[in-house]
Every structure is written in C-alpha cells, then in structure tokens.
T-cell receptor
C-alpha cells in the first residue's frame, strides 16, 4: 500500500491562480520526485530533489524537499490550461520507489 | 526519440489468454522497472532489473506475472491466464543506476474482457 499521503486529492482553479500541493511520508527518503501525468500517458518528471531543504525551480514550478526528509511541496505559479493533469509525488531510496495517489488539477480558462 | 519505449500501447485480450509487453529503456540506463497503474492510483512497483539481473520480484502480483531482460537491454513482461482484474496500464521506466532519476515510458494499456 501507499506510504505517501498526497493532498489535496483534487483542485479546481481559475487560470492565472497559483497552486500548491504537498506530500508527506511516514519514513525518511533520500530522493523526492514530482511527476505530471496526462490521460493515457506515462508520468513525466517535473522536478527531482536530492537534498533535505533543497528548493528547486523549473519554470513556473517550484518544489522543496523538507528538512526532515519526510515531506515535500510543489507550487505552480500563474497556472495555465495546459497545467491540467494529475501530479504525483514519488520517493526513492535505493531500490524502493513509491508514489502518492496523485493530485488531479483542473484549470478553468 | 531516445526515451523509454513501450509496445504495444494498447492490448485487448480475452480472459485466460497470455499477453506480453515489451519495453526498450533509454540506451545508457542500467536499471529497468515495471509498474502497474490502475485508475485513480499512482504507479505500483512490480519488479526491477539491474542489467540482466532481476533484483526484486517479490512484488509481482502473482505467479502469473513474469518479467525478463535477457541481454540487459529490452525487457518483456508477461501475464499468463489473464483475469479481468489484470486490466490496467503497465508502465516501464529506466534509470542510470541506484538513486538516479527514473524516466517512464508512455505505458501499455491492457483490457481483459
């Protein structure tokens, strides 16, 4: 089963708004990853975080690896319609990689 | 395109038939992973290979599931005697080595009727 708690499960926002989602785990992990998945496609990597406390940006996306190594957040600024999709957090320790249940984002034009 | 490649993208099969999916990883990646994803859930880890060695297979869903990577390049995932509950998307991913970022293919959709 999932050890990651990802929230919120879904979000409905207006184009131009900022979005924040987060993920917490019951265990410490050395790598946190954020993926986006469009319907019928595989997950696409957005941001990878390797160091506790690390804050990384990729365009309008910003993600942080929590200092306790048990949580991470993803922010999307100035959302646009193509941001629609499901966002997954994932954690990685050596041979173990697990995913959250996803946050479904809907952006209204 | 040098990403992870999976085929077929879609497969409809009758219950009880065997199906096989193929994955071609990114060429310089040593590690290859198989995941299963059902609607509304995140990907669920099944198995992985380091080169041709299958290092973890305890999470394969049943003994009807098997995977191979005979030459350390492409891999196949076979499901024998398919059941309706096997309907899902099967994702392949690859990475350079442990601790490195994992890249996914586009997935193979299986529908068992």
């Amino acid at each position: 089963g999932q050890q990651l708690n990802q929230s919120p499960q879904s979000m409905f926002i207006q184009e131009g708004e900022d979005v924040s989602m987060n993920c917490t785990s019951s265990s410490i992990f050395n790598t946190w990853l954020w993926y986006k998945q469009d319907p019928g496609e595989g997950p696409v990597l957005l941001i990878a975080l390797y160091k506790a406390g690390e804050l990384t940006s990729n365009g309008r996306l910003t993600a942080q690896f929590g200092i306790t190594r048990k949580d991470s957040f993803l922010n999307i600024s100035a959302s646009i319609p193509s941001d629609v999709g499901i966002y997954f957090c994932a954690v990685h320790n050596n041979n173990d990689m697990r995913f959250g249940a996803g946050t479904r984002l809907t952006v209204k034009p | 395109d040098t990403g992870v490649s999976q085929n077929p993208r879609h497969k409809i099969t009758k219950r009880g038939q065997n199906v096989t999916f193929r994955c071609d990883p990114i060429s310089e990646h040593n590690r290859l992973y198989w995941y299963r994803q059902t609607l509304g859930q995140g990907p669920e880890f099944l198995t992985y290979f380091q080169n041709e060695a299958q290092l973890e297979k305890s999470r394969l869903l049943s003994d009807r599931f098997s995977a191979e990577r005979p030459k350390g390049s492409f891999s196949t995932l076979e499901i024998q005697r398919t059941e309706q509950g096997d309907s899902a998307m099967y994702l392949c991913a690859s990475s350079r080595d442990t601790g490195n970022t994992i890249y996914f293919g586009e997935g193979s959709w299986l529908t068992v009727v």
